[in-house]
Nanobody, 124 residues
Framework: QVQLVESGGGLVQAGGSLRLSCAAS????????MGWFRQAPGKEREFVAA????????DYADSVKGRFTISRDNVKNTVYLQMNSLKPEDTAVYYC?????????????????WGQGTQVTVSS
């Protein structure tokens, strides 16, 4: 497994942007598919975005498509989530996750390692 540490969360006004980072330990980061999930108070953890281990394939939840971009740097062992045009409903704790699977996965149970989460709050 890899150890994951998220950063970059904070408070932003609606329409603003944030960039989340997730730094991974270990030399095998490039063999992991990565995902971002989020969980708002009183709600279940939901899929946000995923990227394959090569970085070639990505996919997004419909609610963030066109506003969020996932990317990775396998040299820096880091995955990013660029969030633009933020809305109050994007408020949640955001988690990055790593999984040893081919392709893209959309369910939290497909991922083996999780970060501690970073809070994103969007004010109206």
């Amino acid at each position: 497994q890899v150890q994951l540490v998220e950063s970059g969360g904070g408070l932003v006004q609606a329409g603003g942007s944030l960039r989340l980072s997730c730094a991974a330990s270990g030399r095998t980061f490039s063999s992991y598919a990565m995902g971002w999930f989020r969980q708002a108070p009183g709600k279940e953890r939901e899929f946000v975005a995923a990227i394959s281990w090569t970085g070639v394939n990505t996919d997004y939840a419909d609610s963030v498509k066109g506003r969020f971009t996932i990317s990775r740097d396998n040299v820096k062992n880091t995955v990013y989530l660029q969030m633009n045009s933020l809305k109050p409903e994007d408020t949640a704790v955001y988690y990055c996750a790593a999984g040893r699977h081919a392709g893209l996965r959309y369910s939290w149970y497909d991922y083996d390692s999780w970060g501690q989460g970073t809070q994103v709050t969007v004010s109206s």
